[in-house]
């Protein structure tokens, strides 16, 4: 699960465009809203859409469990492990 998510970090630097990011200076646990990456909702919108369009994992806008899938990368990485589609 390392992979990938070192994979999902560089995902949201090369996504949310955050300069002066690495992947290894995001913390895994670390909250990716609020006092953590300090992301908005209009990130959250990006950070999915290029999830869905990586991995093939989508999620619904009122999703009351989008606030745990996103919490962390390490939480967002779970998620995704359990719910890529397979690569063609």
């Not at 955050?18 to 609020?34: H, N, R, V």
């Not at 369009?53 to 390490?74: L, M, P, Q």
């Amino acid at each position: 699960m390392e992979d990938l998510e070192r994979e999902i970090k560089q995902l949201i630097i090369d996504t949310l465009n955050l300069e002066g990011k690495t992947a290894d200076g995001i913390a895994a646990e670390a909250p990716l809203f609020g006092g953590g990456l300090g992301l908005d909702s209009i990130d959250a919108l990006e950070l999915a859409l290029a999830i869905r369009k990586r991995y093939g994992v989508r999620t619904k806008a009122d999703d009351a469990e989008n606030r745990r899938i996103f919490a962390s990368v390490h939480a967002l990485a779970a998620h995704v492990a359990t719910q890529r589609q397979p690569q063609e």
